[in-house]
């Protein structure tokens, strides 16, 4: 288990995250429908996370978003690498009624995010525009590649939490054992 905290003058985060987990959360952002995110991401990945952030919420919800990505993301890297004994890549789509996504990603140590989710505006009082600033806020601090693609959907909130969730059945599944693979990379080092 990994464990930080982080304080800026617009927001201050503890965190702990155990990729061999169960699943298992608390998250406390004052932000209740990236809340509810973060818990269909935990459970999905069968990560335990325990998440509280104070943030200026006053201002608006984004710096609490991405503080929460940076933060998130460092510790999964501090839990993930050096890589070995693992699949390394996953891949997962995953459907909310009409909704469709599908994320791929590669524990590479070498961060880069597509994104493509077809969603403006809000989710009651969440701007959906932060739902793109975390997960690049995640994947530059963790070191993977990740590639988020909306197939089909029209409801925002189907959209988003199916990108969630298959972020997280993709990590999941990058992260089986695999003993067969050793270090999982013709170059002997990620």
């Not at 288990?1 to 702990?16: F, G, W, Y």
């Not at 601090?141 to 988020?148: L, Q, V, Y």
């Not at 939490?161 to 054992?177: D, I």
């Amino acid at each position: 288990m990994q464990e930080l905290n982080r304080v800026t003058k617009e927001t201050k985060i503890t965190c702990a995250i155990d990729i061999q987990g169960t699943g298992k959360s608390t998250i406390k952002t004052g932000i209740g429908f990236f809340d509810h995110m973060l818990e269909a991401f935990s459970k999905h990945s069968a990560i335990d996370l325990d998440l509280n952030c104070e943030g200026d919420l006053h201002v608006d919800y984004h710096h609490s978003v991405e503080d929460c990505g940076i933060v998130i993301g460092q510790l999964l890297k501090k839990e993930i690498f050096p890589i070995e004994n693992v699949e390394r890549y996953g891949n997962a789509t995953v459907v909310m009624d009409e909704a469709s996504v599908t994320c791929s990603l590669d524990l590479s140590n070498r961060p880069f995010l597509v994104y493509a989710l077809d969603v403006s505006e809000k989710v009651g009082t969440f701007d959906v525009e932060l739902v793109e600033e975390f997960f690049h806020a995640l994947v530059m601090n963790s070191g993977i590649t990740c590639h988020i693609i909306q197939d089909r959907g029209r409801n925002k909130h189907h959209i988003i939490e199916a990108a969630f969730k298959s972020f997280a059945v993709a990590l999941r599944r990058a992260l089986l054992e695999n003993k067969k693979l050793g270090i999982p990379s013709t170059k002997g080092v990620l």
